[in-house]
């Protein structure tokens, strides 16, 4: 309907409910507050994206990953398509970068990007890491897979934390390109890792999707 109507969204669902007699709950403020809250903490981590994506492509630090990268077979055109990033080294060079921007430490902290020191404070959560943007099932930015670079650090992959927009318990990486293909195919491929999804999209198998880290919940298999 929002195709052959030229509607938005909100529109669209209004319209439809009129027609199927649904009464469609009015929204309050404090909902158009928590809506406004996670569409900026939305935006930061968009905005953490094109910061990874650059230290990977465009700094030397970020070389040597993107060769790893390429040496696990993973072409550019999968590392574009899934946004692959590097978070470099150091504690502070993601935060001084987005709060350049605007973001506040607060902001920061609830969608993940930031933890908070013991002895007080806040330093970049991914450090040294391949990252992997996790989109939710419309393609909104939720949060981050990391994976190690160096052998020695651990854990080997450490996903954003929960947060108002991640729920790892709820998303599928790869649900938001997969969606499509799981419908035409009428079959879903789980697999284990992210790297497995990117690995099959690129080989021509895009219905495939992996939680993260978890075991398979109700809400993923819905």
């Known amino acids: 309907v929002m195709k052959k109507e030229g509607w938005d969204f909100p529109e669209a669902l209004r319209r439809l409910a009129e027609r199927a007699g649904v009464e469609l709950p009015a929204r309050s403020q404090a909902d158009e507050a928590?809506?406004?809250?996670?569409?900026?903490?939305?935006?930061?981590?968009?905005?953490?994206?094109?910061f990874f994506r650059h230290h990977l492509r465009e700094t030397p630090a970020g070389e040597p990953v993107l060769a790893y990268l390429r040496q696990r077979g993973l072409t550019d055109?999968?590392?574009?398509?899934?946004?692959?990033?590097?978070?470099?080294h150091g504690w502070d060079a993601g935060l001084?970068?987005?709060?350049?921007?605007g973001y506040s430490e607060q902001e920061l902290l609830d969608c993940g990007l930031a933890s908070e020191r013991e002895s007080g404070g806040v330093y970049d959560r991914f450090r040294n890491?391949?990252?992997?943007?996790?989109?939710?099932?419309?393609?909104?930015?939720?949060?981050?897979?990391?994976?190690?670079?160096?052998?020695?650090?651990?854990?080997?992959?450490?996903?954003?934390?929960?947060?108002?927009?991640?729920?790892?318990?709820r998303l599928l990486f790869g649900l938001d390109k997969a969606r499509k293909p799981i419908r035409a195919a009428d079959q879903a491929v789980i697999v284990e890792g992210y790297f497995d999804v990117i690995a099959?999209?690129?080989?021509?198998?895009a219905n495939a999707v992996s939680p993260m880290g978890t075991a398979l919940s109700e809400d993923q298999l819905r």
Not at 34 to 50: F, G, K, Q
Not at 200 to 205: C, I, P, S
Request: aromatic share 6%; charged share 25%.
């Open 77 to 88: 055109a999968a590392l574009e398509a899934f946004e692959i990033g590097y978070a470099p």
């Open 200 to 205: 099959l999209h690129q080989a021509g198998q």
């Open 129 to 169: 890491r391949i990252m992997i943007p996790i989109r939710d099932v419309r393609g909104r930015m939720a949060g981050f897979g990391a994976r190690i670079v160096d052998p020695n650090d651990v854990p080997k992959f450490l996903n954003s934390p929960q947060t108002p927009v991640f729920d790892k318990g």
């Open 96 to 101: 001084h970068h987005l709060q350049e921007r």
């Open 34 to 50: 928590a809506e406004e809250s996670h569409l900026r903490l939305r935006e930061a981590l968009e905005a953490a994206v094109a």
